[in-house]
């Protein structure tokens, strides 16, 4: 069963703007990861947070974790028609890793040159 | 550093019959995953092997059974294939140490 939700289910902006999507699970976690998926190929791992930790940056990307909301959000900074693909955020339960990752559905994000 | 190899990329079979799909870790990762991925949905875990052993499942039927090998490639089986297990069948390799998983290009299985 899916772990929650991405928000929205897809995005189109211009290039050069700034993409932000939203995650949110149901159980405890031990940290939380987001991966981008072109064309239904495979996936990518982007950035990990911990479950201690509220922020992270990478790059263009930058990921917030709100465990008393069980949400999540990836922004990418100043878009480009690369980023065009479809990203998941997947949670590793506290339990540990035997019990694989968690994904959301995903949002298909499309940026227009 | 090689990433993680899937084998074949493409496969039609006919309902009721048996597939193997195949996987090679990525260089010194030894835990391997395997997921399942329906069209316009999110990857869900079918199970996880570490030194040759499974370690974790997700919420599949026994017809999908996997093995590791020594080398930590893997396999995944699955058994009297339904029209349902249409998909991409992704694999992941892991190191026991580390929670970040590297991802095979995956399988499309079509079941006709």
């Known amino acids: 069963s899916q772990q929650g939700e991405e928000d929205p289910q897809a995005l189109s902006i211009q290039e050069g703007e700034n993409a932000t999507m939203n995650c949110s699970y149901k159980?405890?976690?031990?940290?939380l990861q987001w991966y981008r998926q072109n064309s239904g190929r495979g996936l990518v791992h982007l950035i990990l947070i911990r479950s201690n930790e509220r922020e992270k940056h990478s790059g263009r990307l930058r990921v917030t974790l709100d465990t008393s909301k069980k949400s999540s959000s990836l922004l990418i900074t100043a878009s480009r028609a690369a980023d065009t693909a479809s990203y998941f955020c997947?949670?590793?339960?506290?339990?540990?890793?035997?019990?694989?990752?968690?994904f959301g559905k995903g949002t298909h994000l499309i940026i227009q040159p | 550093e090689t990433g993680v190899t899937q084998s074949p990329t493409h496969l039609i079979k006919t309902r009721g019959q048996q597939v193997t799909l195949r996987c090679s870790s990525q260089s010194g990762h030894n835990t391997v995953s395997w997921y399942q991925q329906a069209l316009g949905q999110g990857p869900q875990f079918i199970f996880q092997y570490y030194r040759e052993e499974e370690n974790g499942r997700g919420n599949f039927p026994p017809r999908f059974s996997g093995l590791q090998f020594p080398n930590y490639s893997s396999e995944l089986n699955v058994n009297a294939l339904e029209l349902d297990d249409s998909a991409l069948y992704l694999c992941?390799?892991?190191?026991?140490?580390?929670?970040?998983?590297?991802f095979g290009s995956g399988t499309r299985l079509t079941v006709v």
């Open positions: 997947a949670t590793a339960s506290k339990g540990g890793g035997a019990d694989g990752l968690t």
């Open positions: 992941a390799s892991s190191s026991a140490e580390v929670t970040r998983y590297t």
């Open positions: 159980t405890s976690i031990n940290n």
